[in-house]
């Protein structure tokens, strides 16, 4: 099926606050990995997801990004629903780390992951912020 997107984008071009309140998904009525899944995560914070092989890890990050859709329950930034928001922008916004992954080249092209358009000063600040510009400088 062809995938609905909103046209919301933040006048300030990024959000400040993701929810998820009584998230529950099932792949059928046997098979219910999220069930009344609620918390809020605001700007600057990050959580990792963490279970057994079938514990619903991947079924979380599809809903989060707008790829699935809860059966009940929404997800939301800055209290628009995921469905009202224009998902291309919103996308373009989230990291995801599913494991360690490299591709052939050089770390600066680890770095981007084919995204040419990302700035050195953009790198420069995200390597900074999460502490590691001092060991890629080695």
Known sequence: ???????????SGHYTQLSVESLDFEYSPRI???????????KGESLAVLG???AGKTTLIGLLTGLRLPNKGHVALDGIDLR?????????????VTRVEFIEGTILE???????DIG???IDHVLS??????????
């Open 52 to 54: 057994a092989s079938g």
């Open 84 to 96: 009202q928001l224009d998902l291309e922008h919103y996308r373009n916004h989230v990291g995801m």
């Open 1 to 11: 099926p062809q995938e609905s997107i909103g046209e919301h984008i933040p006048a």
């Open 120 to 122: 050195l000063d953009t």
């Open 110 to 116: 680890n770095l981007r992951v084919e995204r040419s």
């Open 129 to 138: 912020s999460i502490g590691l510009k001092h060991d890629i400088a080695k």
């Open 32 to 42: 219910t990995p999220i069930k009344q899944l609620s918390f809020s995560l605001s």
